[in-house]
């Protein structure tokens, strides 16, 4: 029998997705994208998927279940479970093992690819994560991996942060390594986390001590969304800021954890001008941060007819560029993993060159990941592969995890 556990908000909540002045949810059909201007025309079946997914966006617009309850399900996990590789493409790394705690996840993004936006399911949480993660680094009998914690929920909020469960979990963590001192494994640890997450104390200890007590095991990074300023309440209901994000990271550094890269996700492809990556990589910056990662956003199609009107009620044709970006015919085996569709390719191209070009007159490092790489066939001489000197046991590995890739062509080490 699983118990149900309420959660207390970490702030107040910030979701201004009920509160969108002349907003009304819409049906996306051939008609709106004509209305709309749209300078494509989607197949019968992406149509079809738009259709479906907004009147689903309709229903659930109107009885308000956009956003799920803040409460979780406590369960636990079977001890038999093996740990899960974190693979989303070939060209993904075959050694880094998946963090998971939970089922499901608070923080609520509309845009969220591990369920498309739908958060209706109940969240479960494993109470008996630290035990189960400890019989699992049993298990690998002291062999060299990249646990990632966590790529299929957020690692640090109000339910695995309130239980002690993300406090125990890299006490599980501090343990092996005290036990295991040669040990190249690294902890990977990708957040959007802000400052009172990582001071959430648990019996005594902040997350931050405790990751502290991991420094040289465990890397740090934030993960940074960019959108329009009037779109974070809504698609991210309840995710630190991105300034807070950032006053982590610093923080981290403080406290001597290496916590000096992005993993710039999703980026709205359309949002993407000179002065909105200028602004950010100045912040980037400021935070002392040496690189970052941009993943432009990938979604269902069913998930495109959410973001699509909620980015037209900022502005219209932001929205009309993303049915353009992402319904074209041509752009149909652009598929990056289960049913996500990354934008047009030409687009990405020219979006990633424009964010180098910035990121080299500003000084930062900047990567992509291998998928990408390929799919757009940028070379290592437009986008340097950054390596991480040992992310995985001695070898090199690229940075900026989903996929500490083991790099064949190494033209930077950090
Ligand atoms: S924080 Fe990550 S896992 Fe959680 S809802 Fe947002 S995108 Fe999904």
């Not at 993943?295 to 560029?321: H, P, R």
């Amino acid at each position: 029998m699983s118990e149900h556990v309420r959660l207390n908000k970490l702030r107040e909540s910030k979701s201004k997705l009920y509160e969108m002045h002349g907003f009304a949810p819409r049906i996306i059909n051939q008609p709106y994208l004509e209305e709309l201007k749209v300078g494509v025309r989607p197949s019968k079946e992406t149509l079809h998927e738009l259709q479906k997914g907004s009147s689903d966006f309709v229903n659930k617009y109107e009885n308000r279940s956009l956003v799920a309850e803040l409460s979780c399900l406590l369960e636990d996990i079977p001890l038999d479970e093996p740990l899960k590789t974190h693979r989303y493409t070939s060209r993904c790394p075959i050694d880094v093992l998946e963090v998971n705690p939970m089922s499901g996840c608070n923080v609520n993004c509309l845009y969220c690819l591990v369920v498309d936006g739908d958060h209706s399911a109940p969240k479960k949480l494993y109470k008996n994560y630290a035990s189960y993660l400890r019989r699992k680094l049993t298990e690998d009998n002291g062999a060299d991996h990249c646990y990632y914690f966590a790529p299929q929920t957020e690692p640090f909020q109000e339910s695995t942060l309130q239980t002690g469960t993300a406090h125990d979990i890299l006490r599980e963590f501090i343990a092996y390594f005290k036990q295991k001192p040669k040990s190249k494994s690294k902890v990977f640890v990708l957040s959007k986390a802000g400052k009172e997450e990582l001071q959430y104390k648990n019996n005594g200890d902040t997350i931050l001590d405790l990751m502290r007590k991991l420094s040289g095991n465990l890397v740090y990074h934030t993960s940074i969304s960019v959108m329009p300023p009037e779109l974070y309440p809504v698609l991210e209901p309840r995710a630190a800021s991105i300034e807070n994000r950032l006053e982590a990271a610093v923080l981290c550094q403080e406290n001597k954890i290496e916590a000096d890269w992005a993993v710039v996700q999703p980026a709205i492809p359309a949002f993407l001008t000179d002065k909105t990556i200028d602004d950010l990589l100045r912040k980037f910056k400021e935070a002392n941060l040496k690189g970052f990662k941009p993943e432009m956003l990938t979604l269902s199609i069913k998930n495109l007819a959410w973001i699509g009107q909620l980015t037209g009620y900022i502005d219209k044709s932001m929205e009309k560029k993303l049915y353009e970006l992402y319904t074209a015919p041509e752009n149909k085996n652009n598929v990056k993993h289960k049913n996500r569709v990354a934008p047009n390719r030409e687009f990405t191209h020219k979006a990633m060159m424009k964010l180098k070009e910035h990121a080299d007159k500003l000084g930062l490092d900047m990567t992509i990941c291998s998928w990408v790489r390929s799919e757009l066939n940028i070379t290592p001489k437009e986008v340097p592969v950054v390596m991480r000197k040992n992310l995985i046991g001695n070898r090199p590995a690229e940075i900026g995890v989903c996929k500490p890739a083991i790099g064949l062509h190494r033209t930077k080490r950090i």
